[in-house]
């Protein structure tokens, strides 16, 4: 008997959990915002490659001959990332939430509220938002 018990209450806190909880949102992401983050994480691995050539050029790893080459290599991939991304522009400015405005699931509480009445969100202040 105590075993159904249990597997009903798991049962229903499963179906609860599923259908109760309301995921977030996620914003889709236009082709300017993915090519940006694409060109921000090959620069990232670029500067690290740069980085790691230094470290084992001072290490006595690579001859002169050697670092002078890679360094060069790395640095014109690194200026054709930089003009790739200044071809693709800056990023529109977001849009400031308002006070009380749930980002989360787009309800509208008093300003004075910290967070959400329907989903607990923590809301944007009226100090924070200028």
Sequence with gaps: MLLVVACG???IATLLYVFWVTPELVAAKS???R???FLQE???VVYENLRDLQMEYHMGKLSDQDYSQ????????LALLLYQAEQIGEPAPAAL???GHCLR???D???ENRFCGACGQTLAQAETVR
């Design 31 to 33: 082709h300017q915002e």
């Design 109 to 111: 509480n008093p300003a």
């Design 9 to 11: 209450s798991l049962a």
């Design 35 to 37: 090519e940006r983050e």
């Design 105 to 107: 699931c787009g309800k």
């Design 70 to 77: 890679l360094k060069v290599h790395y640095q014109e991939q």
């Design 42 to 44: 090959r620069k990232e």
């Design 97 to 99: 939430p308002l006070p």
